[in-house]
């Protein structure tokens, strides 16, 4: 089968994932995705599995250092040479988490950002250095979830905090998704939604915020930090996605 | 310069079937692959997923005809030229025409699984599309009528 066919036999035989937070299953299993995923040229699964991986917390849980990932970010973004809309998809990525690092390294009681480009991505590092204690850096014009992030942060509310930033990675896939009907591009935005659906699905008030608990204790005692979360750190918007482990 | 417009000629008087197959085959193949797809993910209703992929083959079926209409008892320097444009241009569009056609009915395909209601009103652009293809086979046939024979 020729490529732009295999695509559309394949986008076409993954159902529909419907909007984030409309449904409490995941449509189709992770068995059934790789099932069909298993249409894809070996070297397209690779790329695939390393966008994932860069994306999904589990996948940048094994680093220490925040560089580390950063490095690895840029290295991911390098192999995607291919494929620009999925670059700058990871690049928006890793974007979002600097934010969400940044809230919460603020949030903790830091007065400045420090050395960000140790910690931090992409092209808000200065303006959040530069705006430091601007409740959304000055950003707030052209995104103003940050200053409702800050907002929500200020109240410890971390459900609704979970819920906007999935949200905000939602939209972001969705306004990369609008560009990719039957494509290389359009695969990998499904699987990352499904994996934001996936975890979504997973998700019990009570668990996680008992977990939740657990992580800020263990963060604020200053045990087995690095294991449990990276809450300071760059990749720190999906440690909440990932109460209950990541399948991807 | 006779024998290059009757080679012409014969090129015309062919092309629409030619060019008609190759719109045929590759919407088909496009709707198919759709269609296969769908069927992997739905408990019932592959028939009108096969059903509509298989909208593009009328292009072909145009062709035939446009070639059948443009037949002269013989071939020769003064119809040449114009079973030559008639036939290239007809056949040209109904390979674009099919192709596109292709890539519609797939969209519509994929757009009616997670929405089922949208099926009907999904077919639109394509049935916009086939009737494109059915002007360049009225016109072919009008102006089929004026080539001196």
Known sequence: MSRPHQYIALMTSLPHLGKLFSRKEVPISQFRLKQRLAMLVPEHVALLREMVEVTAWAGVAKYNQDIEVIRRANQVIADLKDYPDLQNLVGARMETRTLIAALRRRARGQDTAGDIQSWGFGRWCSQIKANWSDPAFGLGHFMPWVSEAHRLMQQDDHIAMERLTLTEVFRQLDQFGTRHEFDFEAVGIYVLRWVIVERWSRYNDDDARKRLQSLISSALNGTDVAENIASTQVFSTDNSLNFEGVTS | ?149
């Open chain 2, 1 to 149: 310069m006779n024998e290059f417009v009757v080679a012409l000629g014969w090129f015309g008087l062919y092309a629409p079937v030619a060019l008609g197959a190759i719109g045929s085959a590759w919407g088909c193949a496009l709707g198919g692959s759709a269609a296969i797809g769908a069927m992997l993910d739905s408990e019932g209703g592959y028939g009108r997923f096969i059903g509509v992929s298989l909208m593009p083959s009328s292009q072909v079926i145009y062709g035939i005809v446009i070639m059948f209409s443009l037949q002269q008892p013989s071939v020769d320097a003064a119809n040449g030229a114009a079973l030559f444009g008639i036939g290239l241009l007809s056949g040209s569009t109904m390979l674009f025409t099919g192709i596109r056609q292709g890539e519609v009915l797939a969209s519509a395909i994929h757009a009616s699984k997670a929405k089922p209601e949208i099926f009907g009103i999904s077919l639109a652009p394509a049935a916009v599309l086939e009737g494109f293809s059915v002007f360049a086979l009225v016109f072919a046939l009008v102006l089929a009528g004026t080539i001196p024979s």
